[in-house]
Each structure stands twice: as structure tokens, then as C-alpha cells.
């Protein structure tokens, strides 16, 4: 190397250069050698030259660069960046200190060893080593080189063994155990027992705050591995930099400060999974928070996992059912499917995620509702609704309520999945509802914007749409070979006035396979479900509707857009024709049968036997107030009498032109029935009304009578009262002026008198 050679490479290193914008020219020149011929031609102008290296190489560089041209060195470069990246670099990358910690001072010739092994793992022949006696780690002693830690102590090897201990009974399927079988397992464990004394890498903490953990010194973090502070808290690194690592924390960070140490623990984040989680409330990292106690698991699985690839698939062809007549009949749900539920905040999106969960009773579903972002008390009344109709024997809830920190709020999606797909894997069909995504997007906002990522549209980070669709991917229906079960998915995202184009409905209704949209003008017109027909869809649900379903609601969707349109044109007209106004009966009969209270969910064969009605305008004359009763009266009179009928659509999954008409025969004569009992019911009511009325009209004439009679005695004794009270008066007046007629007689007379 020549002198300017290597004082170039000492400039290069002083300036502060960036190793990577270093590596990134290197590159740039290797991949174009016409840059470098360029650069180093003294025929070319330097204004050119400076023009090329701000258009393509790195800004940090760039003035460096501009000092070879000047100077006419840069045919320097390639043996610069090696001067540099041999000596100066790796001088500043290399580890100086150790610290060796022991209970016992080492003997030379063990002091000797530990050297050689520390100088082989830093790569400096010159470190210095620093011992530090500690008796509390009883015996052994333990290495720390830079940021790894090797631990052969007996204390360490005690912890060891203790999180074996635990690894092994967690694994047993029983949780009763006699004191034979704990013995047993204990020694199998101490036999089998082998310490690692593998390197342990160790950070410290250098900024804390809002549930968020700057850490330096781990060097070889995974996006999403789980490290634990001094304190015992958990986190997840969520952001790895050149310098540092960004982790969101599990549990409160009161008791983390700058300094603390931070341990990678090499594992993923993950959660207990097993067969007894059914019927348990969880939180977002698994733990019990209904207070019956733990939960026995069967294994332990990641909250992210990979979405089954599409070799690993089946097409949706079988039904989920939801007992719902409104989406079951138009925008049918296949096990496997995504459905979105959308709409603004109450118009009814839980409920009819509850009343699917609800139908699933004695199908073999496990169900799986995960809670994100919600009041502690909106929770609880789902739990006790689920108890009601004893649906939580089946149901996992796992609860992220609005008091906890947006990394639970964050990951409690995740881990509901990572349940759902213990149980998938099995063989079994899962429906999982995310309630809801929107807040859930909201979380991670928050943690991207804590962590200093970029804002993008509505301040949410970039990444925002692979956050849903890595979820949301994972719900699937599963080949034989595969495991053979299901996952469906139905997530809950809530809009602002109604607006469907905002980032993150826009963002799930593109990763879903069809949504189910509430409007606000329906639900508080008394339509609940308030479906939009109109803008609701499901793209792939169809192939799993049964035939016998297909066939029920052929024209159902078509009937509706036609009652809607002409509805529109009449609203303004009196004269209709009788055509006309049996299509509107026709869609207002529909929209009134499409009305469902919470609870009332129908079977298949029962749904099919409605839309059978429906069709075939059995509900179109039944007056409108009488409909919802009606079909309840039908439903249940062939649930009571024609329990044949149910029973062959249900197994047979499709009905012929006989079952129809039977159907329809059964229809109308249970129609001419229901409506002579209206008519004779009402006739009664009528009669009943009529006779009420006179009866009131009567006790009406003779309350004012009694009045009449009672204001005209009032009267006559206030007449006589003030008869009475003027003749008194009249007395007086008269007794007056006959005293006063007497007196001035007496005067006169007195005066007559006198004058004589």
C-alpha cells in the first residue's frame, strides 16, 4: 500500500463514513466498471465528474469521491476501501475487554484455558480480561465477551434444569399426578439432563417509554423473537436497526430503566395451546383471566406462523351455516372463507358474528372469538350471552380490552389464530371472529409511530395491509394430507359514516373473499340485520351452498332489486296497476322475512322451506304486520307435523319438484287455516273492540251525566246560597234606612216642637 493509499483509508475512516454507504460505492463500481474509467480519466471534466457522483453515489461519500477526482487519485479507490475495511474497521469492530466471573479463583493453567478460548471467540489476540469474584452463583464461573454470556455455573445450571422440569410436566396430558409418577418424571428429567453452555447475547436498555424498549448491543435479533428484562417482563422485538433493536413490551415497563439488561431468549413469540382452552377466557399471551384457575396445555405454538400454501388447500365447497335467512340465502359462507363484516359502530356487526357462533351448536365447530381493543363490559356480556345458550363449552375468548397496551391489543389476533390452527390441524372446522380489525390497525399505528417508522395514508405505517393479510391468509380449508380441518374467518372492521373507501376497509375488503355491509338508515329503520343487499357479496361462499339452498333462493336477489327500483318510480304515484302492486307486496314481504331478532337463529331445511314460500308468493298477500308471526307459525307446524319433510332436505341437501310441492300443498293449506284464525281472531278483536268501545262510550255518558247532574246541584246550591246572602243583605239595607226614616222623623217632629 502506498502512503496516500493509506492515508486516504485514515481520512476515510476520521469523516465518519458509514461502512454501508462505503460497501453500497464498492458495489455501485464492481456492478458498473464504465462509472470508474469514467471517474478516473483526467480527460473528463471535473464538473462532469462531480455531476455523475451526485446523481449515483451515496450523499455521505460523496464528498470524499470529489477529493479523489480533484486530485486526479481516483484510481485509488478499490485499494482504499481495502485499506480501510482491513485495518481500520477492523480494529474499531474488534472486542477489547472480557469479564470472567467466579466463585473460586481460577488456577493458571485454567486461567490459561478460559484465555485462549475468549481470545478465539473475539478474535483479539490483546484482550484484557477482568475478574470479578460473585459467591452467589455458588459454584463455576461465567463468561462475558462483548454482548454473549457463557454460563458454567451451578446456578445457571440449576435454572437449567428447573425450566426442563417444568418443560416436562407442562408436556404430560394429566394434570393429577401421584407421588410415584412426579418422582418418575424427575428423574428422567435429572438423567436425560445435559447443560448448555451455549452463549447467551445480552443488551442494555437505552430509551424506555410508552411500552416501547430501545435496546442496545444484541446484534443477531429476529423480527419477532421474544427477549426478557431483569425484571422478568417479556417482550418482542418489532423492529431491528443497524445500531439497536425496537421491542414492544407485555407487561409494564415500571420497572425498566436505562442500564437494565435484556436477554435473547432464541424463541419465537408463542402460546399454549390445547384441547382445554374450550370454554376458557384468555388474554393476548395466552394466560387465564377467568379466574378458574390455569389451563392445562398440550404443546406450545407460535403466534406467527406461515399461511398454509395453496398445494396444502382445498377449494370451499361446504357450508358454514349461520342460522341468519338474510346471509345464508344471498351471500352464503363456505368453511375456509374470509367474510368480511362491516359497517358503522351499532349496527349490529357483533351480533351477528354472536348469532353465527350460536348456530354452531352440536355441529362439531369450534369457535373462537377474539376481543380487540373492546370495554372490559362489552366482553363480559358476550361471555354471559354464550353461557345463556351454552355456546362457550364450545368457545375459546381470547381478550384484549381497551385497558391493555397496544402490543396486546396487537398480538391478540395472532394468538386467537395460533389457537384456531391447534385445532384445524386436528381435523376439526374452526370459526374464528377478529371484533375488530379497525381497532386493531389502530394499535399498531400507534406502536409504528412510538418505534419512529414513517407515516403513510391516515398515519398508518406502510406495512398496514400485510399486517391483515398475513392474518388474515391463514384461514383455510385444509387438504387431508394437510390435517384435513378449517379455519373460517370473520373479521369485523368498523367505518366512519358509512365511508367503505377509507385505508382500512379498503385494505380488508380486498384480502377477504367477500363482506357483509350494515347500513346505519336500515338498522334504525327496525331492518336487523340491516344487510345491504346492494353492496354486500360473497365471491367464493356459493360453492358451498347446498343444492337444496341454491335452488330456494334462486330469485330471491333479483326480486329484492326489482322491489327497490319500483319502489323508487312509485313512491310519487296513487294509480298502480295490480301487477305493480303485488310486486311491491311481494318485496316488502321479503324485506319483513329478512328481519331477525338475536336468538332466533333457523336450520337449514327450515330456511329452504321459507325461501320455498317466498318464491312462490305464499307471503305476498299475508298483511305486512302479520308476516314475521306467520312464519314462526309455519316454521314451527312443520317442525311439530312435518318433521319427514326436514328431515329429507337435510340429509338429502336438495329437494325435487315433489318435495316442493309438498311444501307448498303444506303452505297453503296451513295459510287458509292461519289466516281464517286471523280473520275469526280478528273478528273477535273487532267485536271485542266494538263492544269495549260502547261500554266506554256508556260509562263515558254516564260519567258526564254524573257530572251534569253534579255541576247542576253545585249550581242550584250556589244559587240559593247567593239568594240567601242578598236577602240578608236586603234585610240589612232595609233596617238601615227605617233607623235612619225614624231618626229624621224624630227630628222633624223635635223641630215641629220647638218652632211652636
Not at 45 to 70: G, H, N, S, W, Y
Not at 102 to 128: L, R, S
Not at 240 to 261: A, K, M, N
Not at 542 to 565: F, H, P
Request: charged letters at 30%; aromatic letters at 6%; one cysteine or more.
Amino acid at each position: 500500500m502506498t502512503e496516500a493509499t493509506i492515508a486516504y483509508a485514515k481520512d476515510l475512516y476520521n469523516s465518519g463514513i458509514p461502512k454501508d454507504a462505503l460497501l453500497q460505492t464498492r458495489d455501485i463500481l464492481e456492478a458498473v466498471p464504465q462509472i470508474k474509467v469514467e471517474l478516473c480519466d483526467p480527460t473528463v471534466l471535473v464538473t462532469k465528474k462531480q455531476m455523475v457522483i451526485d446523481r449515483i453515489f451515496p450523499k455521505e461519500i460523496r464528498a470524499f469521491l470529489k477529493i479523489l477526482c480533484d486530485s486526479n487519485d481516483f484510481n485509488l479507490i478499490d485499494d482504499i476501501i481495502k485499506e480501510y475495511r482491513d485495518t481500520f474497521l477492523a480494529n474499531s469492530d474488534a472486542i477489547n475487554r472480557a469479564e470472567l466471573i467466579y466463585v473460586t479463583e481460577p488456577t493458571e493453567e485454567q486461567y490459561d484455558g478460559i484465555a485462549a478460548f475468549i481470545k478465539k471467540e473475539c478474535g483479539n489476540n490483546d484482550i484484557e480480561i477482568d475478574m470479578t469474584k460473585d459467591p452467589s452463583i455458588k459454584s463455576g464461573f461465567i463468561i462475558k465477551v462483548g454482548t454473549k454470556e457463557y454460563d458454567w455455573s451451578e446456578q445457571g445450571r440449576i435454572e437449567q434444569l428447573k425450566d426442563k422440569i417444568i418443560g416436562d410436566m407442562s408436556k404430560l396430558e394429566n394434570a393429577s399426578f401421584s407421588q410415584e409418577s412426579i418422582i418418575s418424571i424427575l428423574r428422567t428429567s435429572v438423567s436425560e439432563f445435559e447443560l448448555e453452555a451455549k452463549d447467551k447475547e445480552i443488551g442494555i436498555v437505552n430509551w424506555v417509554g410508552d411500552g416501547i424498549v430501545n435496546v442496545d448491543g444484541i446484534d443477531h435479533a429476529c423480527y419477532g423473537e421474544i427477549v426478557i428484562f431483569d425484571c422478568g417482563v417479556k417482550g418482542m422485538v418489532q423492529d431491528v436497526r443497524r445500531d439497536e433493536i425496537g421491542v414492544i413490551l407485555f407487561g409494564g415497563d415500571t420497572e425498566i430503566f436505562e442500564g437494565s439488561r435484556v436477554v435473547r431468549t432464541g424463541r419465537m413469540a408463542g402460546i399454549p395451546i390445547g384441547e382445554k382452552f374450550l370454554g376458557r377466557i384468555v388474554d393476548a399471551l395466552g394466560a387465564p383471566i377467568d379466574g378458574k384457575g390455569d389451563i392445562e396445555s398440550e404443546g406450545y405454538r407460535p403466534v406467527e406462523m406461515p399461511a398454509p400454501s395453496i398445494v396444502d388447500r382445498l377449494s370451499v365447497s361446504e357450508p358454514m351455516e349461520t342460522g341468519i335467512l338474510a346471509i345464508d340465502s344471498m351471500f352464503p359462507i363456505g368453511r375456509g372463507q374470509r367474510e368480511l363484516i362491516i359497517g358503522d359502530r351499532q349496527t349490529g356487526k357483533t351480533s351477528i358474528a354472536l348469532e353465527t357462533i350460536l348456530n354452531q351448536k352440536d355441529k362439531d365447530v369450534v369457535c373462537v372469538y377474539v376481543a380487540i381493543g373492546q370495554k372490559a363490559s362489552s366482553v363480559a356480556k358476550i361471555v354471559n350471552t354464550l353461557k345463556a345458550a351454552d355456546a362457550l363449552k364450545y368457545t375459546v375468548i381470547v381478550s384484549a380490552t381497551a385497558a391493555d397496551a397496544a402490543p396486546l391489543q396487537y398480538i391478540a389476533p395472532y394468538s386467537g389464530t395460533a389457537i384456531a390452527e391447534y385445532f384445524m390441524h386436528r381435523g376439526q372446522d374452526v370459526l374464528i371472529v377478529y371484533d375488530d380489525l379497525s381497532k386493531h390497525a389502530v394499535a399498531y399505528r400507534a406502536i409504528s409511530l412510538l418505534l419512529e417508522r414513517s407515516p403513510g395514508r391516515e398515519a398508518y405505517p406502510g406495512d398496514v395491509f400485510y399486517l391483515h393479510s398475513r392474518l388474515l391468509e391463514r384461514s383455510a380449508r385444509l387438504t387431508p394430507e394437510a390435517g384435513g380441518g378449517s379455519i373460517t374467518a370473520l373479521p369485523i372492521i368498523e367505518t366512519q359514516a358509512g365511508d367503505v373507501s377509507a385505508y382500512i376497509p379498503t385494505n380488508v375488503i380486498s384480502i377477504t373473499d367477500g363482506q357483509i355491509y350494515l347500513e346505519s338508515q336500515l338498522f334504525f329503520s327496525g331492518q336487523r340485520p340491516a344487510v345491504n343487499v346492494g353492496l354486500s357479496v360473497s365471491r367464493v361462499g356459493g360453492a358451498a351452498q347446498t343444492k337444496a339452498m341454491k335452488k330456494a333462493s334462486g330469485s330471491i336477489r333479483v326480486d329484492l332489486a326489482q322491489y327497490r327500483e319500483m319502489e323508487v318510480f312509485t313512491q310519487f304515484s296513487s294509480d298502480l296497476d295490480e301487477t305493480t302492486l303485488n310486486q311491491l307486496n311481494h318485496g316488502r314481504a321479503i324485506m319483513e322475512l329478512l328481519k331477525q331478532p338475536l336468538g332466533t337463529a333457523f336450520s337449514m331445511p327450515e330456511q329452504v322451506v321459507t325461501l320455498v314460500a317466498i318464491n312462490n308468493h305464499i307471503f305476498t298477500d299475508v298483511p305486512i304486520d302479520y308476516v314475521l308471526k306467520f312464519r314462526m307459525e309455519l316454521v314451527n307446524h312443520f317442525r311439530n307435523d312435518y318433521t319427514d319433510i326436514l328431515n329429507t332436505i337435510d340429509v338429502q341437501k336438495s329437494i325435487d319438484d315433489e318435495t316442493v310441492s309438498q311444501i307448498l300443498s303444506v303452505c297453503e293449506s296451513f295459510k287458509k287455516e292461519a289466516l281464517e284464525r286471523k280473520r275469526i281472531k280478528d273478528e273477535e278483536n273487532k267485536k271485542l273492540e266494538e263492544e269495549r268501545a260502547l261500554a266506554e262510550a256508556k260509562k263515558r255518558e254516564e260519567i258526564i251525566k254524573e257530572k251534569k247532574a253534579k255541576a247542576a246541584a253545585e249550581d242550584e246550591a250556589i244559587r240559593a246560597e247567593i239568594a240567601a246572602e242578598d236577602a240578608k243583605l236586603n234585610e240589612e239595607v232595609n233596617k238601615e234606612i227605617s233607623a235612619e226614616d225614624a231618626k229624621e222623623a224624630s227630628e222633624s217632629t223635635k223641630d215641629d216642637a220647638e218652632a211652636k
